[in-house]
């Protein structure tokens, strides 16, 4: 089994950053694992953010948030992160690290394996 616990969210200021943090706890290998993250605002369906490729060699960025956020992973510490710059308002959303099985960089929410439990990031106008 895998297990992903977030944290780093919080409450920030328009313009201001946040960097998210996410921990893989298994036995299992984490260079098997391409990475994501995805975010759902209230009210709204969950989408995804960004994503790394297992080697992180290769990610792949959502037009809402290219030239703003940079996924980027440890593997020797078994983490991947996510750091938030320019932060707008609607960037407000709990965000999900996600596991896939599939060691390429992964869009599609079907195809991720693992889910944490997800931060919440406010950001105040």
């Known amino acids: 089994q895998v297990q992903l616990v977030e944290s780093g969210g919080g409450l920030v200021q328009a313009g201001g950053s946040l960097r998210l943090s996410c921990t893989f706890s298994s036995g299992r290998t984490f260079t098997n694992y391409g990475m994501g993250w995805f975010r759902q605002a209230l009210g709204k369906e969950r989408s995804f953010v960004a994503a790394i490729d297992s080697a992180g060699g290769t990610t792949d960025y959502a037009d809402s948030v290219k030239g703003r956020f940079i996924i980027s992973r440890d593997n020797a510490k078994k983490t991947v992160s996510l750091q938030m710059n320019s932060l707008k308002p609607e960037d407000t959303a709990v965000y999900y690290c996600?596991?896939?099985?599939?060691?390429?960089?992964?869009?599609?929410?079907?195809?991720?394996?693992?889910w944490g439990r997800g931060t919440q990031v406010t950001v105040s106008s």
């Open positions: 996600a596991a896939s099985e599939y060691t390429i960089v992964i869009r599609r929410e079907d195809q991720y394996n693992y």
